[in-house]
């Protein structure tokens, strides 16, 4: 149930955005999901891709700080309330929630979306009990 993001520490400079992905582009990654979180100086990039543990050797050996978290990606409903509702069954089992991005889904009547959460089992476990579906990174290709 669980998925492996990449965590990239990104100096908030021109240019280094491309840099990571031209690495990942030439080492046969295929980015499916993305987020950037930035501050003045530096940001974390945050990806799903195809191949995480390969990529993580290819973002190293180009020189980047890279690192593996294990995250849930989960399907809600796309409609108004589709992800607060996955939340609220979150917030009642004393999930505490510390980022979520969403990313494109080819279906019409569902998002995507990921979750950091301070407890994967725990998050699992409610939101399996609640009927959510969680995608793999086969479900994403």
Do not use: W
């Not at 974390?44 to 978290?69: C, F, Q, W, Y």
């Amino acid at each position: 149930m669980l998925m492996k993001q990449i965590s990239v520490f990104i100096e908030n400079r021109p240019g280094r955005l491309y840099e990571i992905t031209a690495a990942l582009a030439e080492g046969g990654i295929d980015i499916r999901a993305l987020c950037v979180a930035d501050t003045t100086d530096f940001g974390i990039l945050r990806l799903i891709v195809n191949d995480p543990d390969r990529a993580e050797k290819v973002l190293h050996v180009a020189g980047m700080t890279a690192s593996i978290t294990n995250v849930i990606a989960i399907r809600v409903a796309d409609q108004p309330g589709g992800l607060s509702g996955a939340l609220k069954y979150l917030l009642d089992a004393g999930v505490s929630v510390e980022y979520a991005y969403a990313f494109i889904s080819h279906s019409r009547t569902d998002a995507h979306v990921i979750l950091r959460v301070d407890n994967n089992e725990k998050a699992v476990a409610t939101l399996s009990e609640a009927g959510y579906q969680f995608l793999t990174p086969d479900k994403l290709l």
